[in-house]
């Protein structure tokens, strides 16, 4: 049983996990006992529903030796966390290796790349995009005929620049073939978000039923979020992401941001869509992102959108009042409690309320040169936040000063 067509042709959302695999063309590098955890990990957000909801792109097998061996690892080691996938190019041998490397995996599968334009069949494979994609067919044939049990999956690259008929009859052929899932990938990032929904919603228009697609769109204009959210729209139930966004050059969708939307926002983004065999946990969505940012290198920002170290913070006077005014949704969906932070901007009630953290009561006097001094030791440093134990010593210090009352 292929867990993925099943749930896609269901309407349930699928999501592709690229991190390991992509985000190393980002400049990262996830050792195997990294990949084993992110897969567990991700796959638990959706209790035991995870490997219908999650493939997990786990390696390039024909990378190397230890690429091979990290991919494997995932395969067998998180196995009933997620579906496990080995992304390969379209050759006879790569894809016997990629069969290999995760082979007797429950829900294995392997991800076939064909380039679908003749400029990009000209760089990878030197002949025309026709050829290759008739090759393709019989390698998912050979796949499904070799006795792996792996499901073996297409991805169609540099598909905006390929015909839409074209891109049509190949996932027909394909799919007549075996294949589980046809990615549409935007390898370039060029989309623009108009012409993403009418590729899809043009691609839906001339498939047969039987085809799932899927979405693996890049962010080098700064549009994979929402040209992803156009692919769900059209109806695709296959989405690729990264954790961090981290894929070659400048991203791809970041995993926490979809499906957080998609989550939270289900209503608003769809209507009644019934997404999920199970509610994804978004509580997990944090820590994981923290991990991969430790793995990875890749830093969480103030400014990093539902991961951020910003997210929950408050550190001005009227949000302090009012939070749920001033924010989009309420941290404690991701399991986030709001934080007082002492800038520069600081109120006094704010300025308080750290000092409350710290074990300090102010009265008016001491709440008035202390707010004084964090808004200048905040210039004096160049640095906005101020920590509470340091607004602590400057309490301790203006209290010693302070003249003492005659008896």
């Given at each position: 049983m292929d867990l993925v067509r099943e749930s896609a042709l269901g309407g349930r959302l699928v999501l592709w996990e690229e991190s390991a695999r992509d985000g190393a063309q980002g400049k990262t590098l996830m050792s195997a006992d990294f990949r084993v955890r992110l897969a567990r990990e991700q796959g638990r957000i959706f209790g035991a529903d995870g490997p219908r909801h999650v493939v997990f792109a786990a390696g390039f097998p024909a990378v190397c030796a230890d690429e091979f061996a990290a991919t494997r690892r995932v395969a067998l080691a998180a196995a009933g966390s997620v579906s496990p996938a080995a992304v390969c190019r379209a050759t006879a041998r790569d894809v016997r290796q990629a069969c290999d490397a995760v082979r007797g995996a429950p829900n294995a599968r392997v991800l076939i790349v064909v380039p679908a334009s003749d400029e990009m069949a000209d760089a990878m494979v030197h002949r025309p995009a026709a050829d290759a994609l008739a090759e393709a067919v019989t390698l998912v044939h050979a796949v499904r005929d070799g006795g792996t049990g792996v499901i073996p999956d297409v991805c169609l690259a540099d598909a905006p620049r390929a015909d839409v008929g074209v891109l049509a009859s190949a996932a027909n052929a394909s799919t007549e073939a075996g294949a589980g899932v046809i990615v549409i990938a935007d390898t370039t990032g060029d989309l623009l978000t108009e012409r993403c929904a009418e590729l899809f919603r043009g691609?839906?228009?001339?498939?047969?039923?039987?085809?799932?697609?899927?979405?693996?769109?890049?962010?080098?204009?700064?549009?994979?979020?929402?040209?992803?959210?156009a692919a769900v729209r059209a109806g695709v139930r296959v989405v690729s992401s990264s954790w961090l966004g981290v894929a070659e050059r400048s991203g791809m969708v970041a995993t926490e941001q979809l499906l957080f939307l998609l989550a939270h926002r289900t209503t608003e983004l769809l209507g009644d869509a019934g997404l999920w065999h199970t509610a994804p946990d978004l509580t997990r969505l944090p820590a994981i992102a923290r991990a991969v940012s430790s793995e990875t290198g890749v830093p969480l920002s103030v400014t990093t959108p539902i991961v951020g170290t910003g997210v929950g913070t408050i550190s001005t006077g009227t949000p302090f009042v009012r939070p749920a005014t001033f924010q989009p949704f309420d941290p404690a969906v991701l399991g986030i409690e709001p934080t007082v932070v002492l800038t520069h901007l600081a109120s006094a009630r704010v300025l308080r309320a750290v000092a409350a953290r710290a074990g300090l009561v102010l009265d008016r006097a001491e709440t008035a040169a202390a707010l004084e001094w964090v808004k200048a030791e905040a210039f004096r440093r160049n640095e906005a936040v101020i920590p509470a134990e340091h607004l602590a010593g400057f309490v301790e210090a203006f209290r010693a000063a302070a003249p003492v009352p005659a008896s």
């Open positions: 691609l839906a228009e001339r498939v047969s039923g039987d085809v799932v697609l899927a979405s693996h769109l890049h962010n080098d204009l700064g549009l994979g979020l929402a040209n992803t959210l």
